[in-house]
């Protein structure tokens, strides 16, 4: 790999502790995260980011200047004196989550780590109007930030990095420019995330709930090609294809639940009749779980014919309320495919989402070098953190 000199690249971030001058420091905080309390060398640093020592000692330097890395001990080496190991300080940064449901909001305050230091819960009326769910969600932060403040220093001295928020879509997730939310026209084209950092004097980051659980799964590990599926008060998906979030030309993808396949059906919320969302809400009002995981299984096998994809993953508060029935369900109708078809079986899984702790994500991954919850690199068109 060839190396490289540290520069200066992309726009800023916004975090006024994070001396984060270029992608290379990105990716040296992310190894300094996954080698955990054992610590990492310089030496082992430089060799596995392609980077020169010289370089990466500029970086670290810089650091430990701002908290951000500390010593873990001693190392011994091969030959010469033993290495010193480095480690990341979570607590020497923080960031906040908040999913807004259409019903309730809950809200995280995670370190570094990503490991949630308070949390919050409040009901929430999405159709309340802008002002009284933005005074809500300050609320909540505000409330998250008093209940660490005598420990972390996060009220009064250093702010968070920045507030992840995740919500039902559609939505523009490059703008923060929310569009027809299924259920609530009144908030077609109100522009959350500047009224958000406005109102809370942080940087803040919008995307759909179904991308951020996409992009936690991603960051948490969870590999090759997938569709999340949502099923909570709505149904929606977030794709991973590759190992990076997809979200489409216009930040659009991923309506799953307004895909059409009952022509002349009941009339759904986005106003089209027959939608995913429709028939399979309808059949869990009714009681009817098994109709509804059959129902979800038809969606998926739709998705499944277009993106060819590796797995599909099951969660939201209806899914968990029954899960083995859905992942019955919709593995039914997948097997049914692929016996149909000849390909090999897709594996159906179910997963616990907690979309707060999965929206901190989006201000955290690219901390890490993982806007998109790929690692190592950005996608294009993308800036780095400064």
């Not at 607590?91 to 919050?120: P, S």
């Not at 950092?197 to 179904?210: F, H, S």
């Not at 991973?240 to 009941?266: C, M, N, W």
Request: hydrophobic letters at 45%; one cysteine or more.
């Amino acid at each position: 790999m060839k190396r490289t000199n540290e520069g200066s690249v992309g726009g800023q971030l916004g975090a006024n502790l994070l001396a984060l001058r270029s992608h290379n420091t990105a990716l040296v905080l992310d190894l300094l995260r996954t080698a955990g309390a054992e610590g990492i060398s310089r030496l082992e640093l430089a060799e596995r980011t392609g980077l020169t020592p010289q370089a990466v000692s500029k970086i670290t330097a810089r650091l430990r200047e701002d908290g951000l890395a500390a010593d873990a001990g001693r190392r011994a080496s091969t030959g010469g004196k033993p290495r010193t190991v480095l480690r990341l300080v979570p607590e020497a940064g923080h960031a906040v989550g908040v999913h807004l449901d259409r019903d309730e909001t809950r809200a995280v305050l995670v370190d570094l780590d990503g490991t949630v230091v308070a949390r919050r819960r409040a009901p929430l009326d999405l159709g309340a109007g802008a002002e009284a769910v933005l005074a809500g969600v300050a609320g909540v932060v505000e409330e998250l930030r008093a209940d660490v403040a005598p420990r972390t220093g996060v009220a009064g001295g250093r702010a968070p990095l920045g507030a992840g928020v995740a919500l039902p879509g559609p939505l523009d997730h490059a703008t923060g420019v929310l569009y027809r939310v299924t259920g609530f026209p009144g908030w077609d084209g109100f522009p959350l995330r500047d009224a958000l950092a406005e109102r809370l004097g942080m940087p803040v980051a919008v995307d759909k709930d179904t991308n951020a659980a996409a992009l936690g799964l991603a960051v948490g590990g969870e590999g090759g090609s997938f569709a999340y599926l949502h099923l909570g008060t709505g149904l929606g998906a977030g794709l991973v294809i590759g190992g990076s979030v997809y979200r489409g030309a216009r930040t659009g993808a991923g309506e799953f639940g307004h895909q059409v396949i009952q022509l002349d059906g009941p009339v759904c919320g986005c106003g089209d009749r027959g939608c995913v969302e429709a028939l399979c809400l309808g059949a869990v009002a009714r009681g009817e779980t098994e109709e509804a995981a059959r129902v979800l299984g038809v969606g998926a096998a739709n998705l499944l014919g277009l993106l060819d994809i590796d797995c599909v993953l099951l969660g939201g508060r209806t899914v968990e309320a029954e899960r083995d029935v859905f992942v019955r369900g919709v593995r039914a109708v997948l097997d049914a495919r692929s016996r149909r078809t000849g390909d090999a079986a897709v594996p159906v899984r179910s997963t616990s989402r907690a979309i707060a702790e999965d929206a901190a994500q989006l201000v955290l991954a690219p901390v890490f070098g993982r806007r998109n919850g790929q690692e190592g690199r950005l996608p294009a068109g993308l800036p780095a953190p400064d």
